[in-house]
C-alpha cells in the first residue's frame, strides 16, 4: 500500500493547482469530505474539480505528466488514518496560505509530518491457549499450545 509521505508531493500539486484557479474555499471542502470520508476511491473527485462546469468553463491545465485519473488514485489508495493527516494537512496548509500564492512544497512537507493517529487496544485473555491481540502486522503466525492433550500431567 502507498503511504502518505510517498504520495504528498504529487497531491500536493494537485490542490495547490485547485487553490490558485478554484480558491481556498474548494480546497478547505476537499478536506474535510477527505475527513469524513466522502471521497471514494474511484468516485473521480479531482476529474469533477479540474474539468468544471458546462462547456463554458476551461479545464484547469495540468503539468506534464500529471493526470486527474492519477490523482484520484493517489488519493483512493490512502488508509482512513493517511486521509485524517492528509485532511489535518490541508486544512493547516490553508490557514497559512492567505493571501499569498499557493506553495505545493509547504503542503508536502506538512503532508509528510503529520503526525499518525495513535491507537489503544484494550484487550483480555481467559484460559488455556488463550490469546489477546490488539494489532498484528503482515505475516504474523501464531502458535498455541503444544505439549500433551492427554490430562496426564505431562
Known amino acids: 500500500m502507498t503511504s502518505l ?12 493547482l485547485a487553490t490558485e484557479a478554484l480558491g481556498a474555499a474548494m480546497v478547505a471542502s ?11 476511491a474511484g468516485q473521480g473527485y479531482f476529474r469533477r474539480i479540474f474539468r468544471r462546469g458546462s462547456g463554458e468553463d476551461t479545464p484547469i491545465a495540468l503539468p506534464e505528466g500529471r493526470s486527474e485519473q492519477r490523482a ?11 486521509r485524517q493527516r492528509l485532511a489535518a494537512a490541508l486544512t493547516a496548509w490553508l490557514g497559512e496560505q492567505r493571501d499569498r500564492r499557493p506553495d505545493e512544497d509547504r503542503l508536502a512537507e506538512l503532508m509528510a509530518a503529520a503526525p499518525a493517529p495513535t491507537r489503544a487496544y484494550h484487550v483480555t485473555a481467559h484460559g488455556p ?26
Open 5 to 16: 509521505p510517498d504520495i504528498s508531493a504529487e497531491l500536493a500539486t494537485y490542490f495547490s
Open 129 to 154: 491457549n488463550s490469546a489477546a491481540i490488539g494489532s498484528v502486522g503482515d505475516g504474523a503466525t501464531f502458535h498455541f499450545g503444544g505439549g500433551s492433550r492427554h490430562g496426564d500431567g505431562a
Open 72 to 82: 484520484d488514485q493517489l488519493l483512493g489508495a490512502l488508509s482512513p488514518e493517511d
Open 30 to 40: 476537499a478536506a474535510q469530505r477527505i475527513t469524513d470520508g466522502s471521497i471514494d
